[in-house]
């Protein structure tokens, strides 16, 4: 199978535009993770939504926002990019059921000048 | 605060030794465990999980201890190899609908030939 696949890799956006990253799971998984690392916070979680349905969200501001379709594929939304935004923002797809293994794509390093 | 801590930032091991990556959580809702084997510019890699109602899980030369009346977890690497050199990250989820993972800071494991 294939595995998750992040686009883009690497992204370089200016301090109040907005960006739109995306995540393709592994085929058959429903349940979609986002993940924000940072040299200072470490890893850290953002949402997860499973079948089109958020089902919990991490302690970040309203500017991050995310969605999942039909086909399980899933986008993440910064508004008004700040620099603290810098990160590697990692999906994570699992099967949604019993069993709490994620895997996670290659990521999509974003840079905010 | 730290609800998944690594303390040890980096453990150097002789290649064929035995590398112990260590872990602690402060949460008792935590029920099942992972880690993650990260290298630079890339996501994490599961290696191996734990459920609450176990203490020991091994796949091949990876083993993970969990000793819940401590909330310690450990993971074993026996023989050491060079291609283990990696960030290793412990996290931690509670059993439910939603998969959120907390995460250590990580451990970085160097294996010197």
């Known amino acids: 199978k294939a595995g998750v696949t992040q686009t883009p890799r690497y992204l370089i956006k200016t301090r109040g535009q907005q960006v739109t990253l995306s995540c393709s799971p592994i085929s058959g998984h429903r349940s979609v993770s986002w993940y924000q690392q940072t040299p200072g916070q470490g890893l850290q979680f953002l949402f997860e939504y499973f079948s089109e349905t958020q089902r919990n969200k991490g302690n970040f501001p309203g500017r991050f926002s995310g969605r999942q379709f039909s086909n399980s594929r899933s986008e993440m939304n910064v508004s008004t990019l700040e620099l603290g935004d810098s990160a590697l923002y990692l999906c994570?797809?699992?099967?949604?059921?019993?069993?709490?293994?994620?895997?996670f794509g290659p990521g999509t390093r974003l840079t905010v000048t | 605060d730290q609800q998944v801590k690594q303390n040890s930032p980096s453990l150097s091991v002789q290649e064929g030794r035995i590398s112990i990556l260590n872990c602690d959580y402060t949460n008792s809702m935590f029920d099942y465990f992972l880690w993650y084997k990260k290298y630079p510019a890339e996501g994490p890699t599961f290696l191996i999980s734990?459920?609450?109602?176990?203490d020991k899980n091994e796949d091949g030369r990876f083993t993970v201890f969990l000793n819940k009346s401590a909330k310690h977890l450990s993971l074993h690497i026996v023989p050491s190899q060079p291609g283990d050199s990696a960030v290793y990250f412990c996290?931690?989820?509670?059993?439910?609908?939603?998969?959120?993972?907390?995460f250590g800071s990580g451990t970085q494991l160097t294996v010197l030939p």
């Open positions: 996290a931690a989820s509670v059993s439910g609908s939603a998969r959120q993972l907390t």
């Open positions: 994570a797809s699992s099967p949604g059921t019993p069993g709490y293994e994620q895997y």
């Open positions: 734990i459920s609450s109602i176990k």
